[in-house]
């Protein structure tokens, strides 16, 4: 299996890449993870102290929701430890990892709390999968834990597959996220399923939610830019992968990034419409959204 694993992870990493330095944000981070401690970054940034194990993640806090439940903090824990080989950024990891497990296992899947919306749960996963991509080499990841973590995510990706969003960007997010899951775990069972799924409603999707003038169809910045990005990731995957049947073409890419790009002000902040973040003054490095 971890062979498998490897070989899925070196093929996924070729289009999606670690990143090649650490900027002073992921540093501050994976640091207050090493704590116990979730930097939020929304509008400013918040700590919030969580600790490591027997974590009461259903405690709510006004800044906690989707940072928490998407696990930001994970992939800046996995990200320093690939480029500093410091096995202490993995060993945090995977406590994160074995509390979560701990707490939510895959028999209570579908109860309904701040953690199981399809939407935090795709996107969770994605996380954790690309994470595991840069901790399945360290000593802290062995292999029994390996193989519970993805018999976990697994589990969670089926019922992604079986509960998928009906509509709006939400709908992307998921189908995206069951692709990647079914990409990064190809070797098991379930995942040729994922994908061929994934792509259908995938490829549906690009005809359906964009506009004539290439604006998503629920006319929002921040969801505009979401799915946008999706998007240039699938075409990416699918100019590496065109076996998978991704449909989508850059020139229509180009015409849903002009709206991205209108969407911004001059210290690339979103305009601040709808459901979107912004700042009028400073630049976005100084309280990345």
């Known amino acids: 299996m971890t062979q498998a694993l490897l070989h899925s992870v070196e093929r996924m990493q070729s289009i999606m890449p670690p990143p090649p330095e650490l900027d002073d944000r992921r540093r501050r981070s994976a640091d207050a993870a090493l704590d116990g401690v979730v930097l939020v970054q929304y509008l400013g940034e918040h700590p919030l102290a969580l600790g490591r194990r027997r974590i009461d993640w259903l405690r709510r806090d006004d800044q906690r929701g989707a940072a928490v439940a998407r696990f930001g903090f994970l992939e800046d824990l996995a990200v320093v430890y ?34 199981n919306s399809v939407l935090d749960l795709g996107i969770r996963n994605t996380t954790w999968l690309t994470a595991l991509g840069m901790l399945v080499s360290s000593p802290a990841f062995d292999v029994p834990f390996v193989e519970r ?120 902040y979103l305009c601040g419409l709808h459901d979107s973040q912004t700042e009028f003054a400073g630049d976005i490095e100084d309280d990345l959204v």
């Open 149 to 268: 973590l993805v018999t976990f995510i697994g589990a969670q990706l089926q019922y992604l597959r079986e509960h998928l969003s009906t509509t709006i960007n939400w709908r992307v997010s998921n189908a995206r996220d069951l692709l990647l899951g079914g990409l990064y775990l190809d070797y098991l069972e379930p995942s040729s399923d994922w994908r061929r799924y994934a792509v259908s409603v995938l490829n549906d999707a690009w005809f359906r939610q964009f506009l004539p003038d290439g604006v998503h169809c629920e006319c929002i910045p921040s969801y505009h830019a979401n799915v946008a990005e999706s998007y240039l990731l699938l075409y990416r995957i699918g100019c590496r992968m065109p076996e998978l049947g991704l449909v989508m073409t850059l020139n229509r890419l180009r015409e849903i990034f002009d709206f991205t790009l209108a969407c911004r002000k001059p210290n690339g």
């Open 82 to 115: 690939h480029l500093t080989g410091d096995v202490r950024y993995a060993a945090a990891a995977r406590d994160y990892l074995e509390d979560f497990m701990r707490a939510f296992p895959s028999e209570h899947l579908g109860r309904r709390s701040l953690y």
